[in-house]
């Protein structure tokens, strides 16, 4: 902001000036922080891929293998999202129950049985690494905070609409705005 007028103006616009350099800076040094982190965690997943190729039960073996390229997919989104300040993910054709289903898969692996409810057949648009990220997300929820989770695909005739939610309480009501 121009620093003129009355003193209390330029008083204001100078301190308003100076904060905005000093968020600049710590978003600045935010977002280095992020890209190290996320260009350190490439090397442990190297190494574990290769590891994974050691072990003897193939279904195992498969299952880190993909686990790992979702990480790499995700590392590499945050890399590539702080260089440009877009997301690296492609948009693809996804096909929805095939991604839920996959869900259900994983979180049955890990001991979760999650239901699947309505599965309509559905195509969209879409980032499959950061969908299939905020579904696990809220299956991880409705599992963690609530009994009986499931997830349902529900295609509509101009959208499509997935829905995951559980048996638990709820949000109580004076907490829902």
Request: glycine share 8%; aromatic share 2%; with cysteine.
């Amino acid at each position: 902001l121009p620093e003129r007028g009355p003193l209390e103006t330029r008083q204001l616009a100078r301190r308003l000036n100076g904060m905005a350099v000093r968020m600049r800076t710590a978003f600045r040094q935010r977002a280095l922080a992020a890209a190290a982190l996320s260009h350190d965690l490439m090397a442990p997943i190297a190494r574990l891929k290769l590891r994974a190729e050691a072990l003897p039960d193939e279904a195992v073996r498969g299952a880190m293998r993909r686990d790992l390229a979702e990480m790499e997919t995700m590392v590499g989104d945050v890399l590539v999202y702080l260089r440009s300040g877009h997301e690296g993910e492609p948009r693809r054709a996804l096909h929805v129950p095939s991604l839920a289903r996959t869900l259900v898969d994983e979180f049955a692996e890990g001991g979760v049985a999650v239901a699947e409810r309505r599965m309509d057949d559905a195509v969209v648009e879409g980032r499959p690494v950061a969908l299939k990220r905020a579904l696990r997300n809220l299956l991880a929820n409705a599992a963690r905070h609530g009994c009986d989770p499931w997830i349902e695909v529900e295609a509509g005739p101009a959208d499509v609409v997935v829905r995951v939610g559980d048996s638990g309480p709820g949000i109580p009501p004076k907490d829902l705005p």
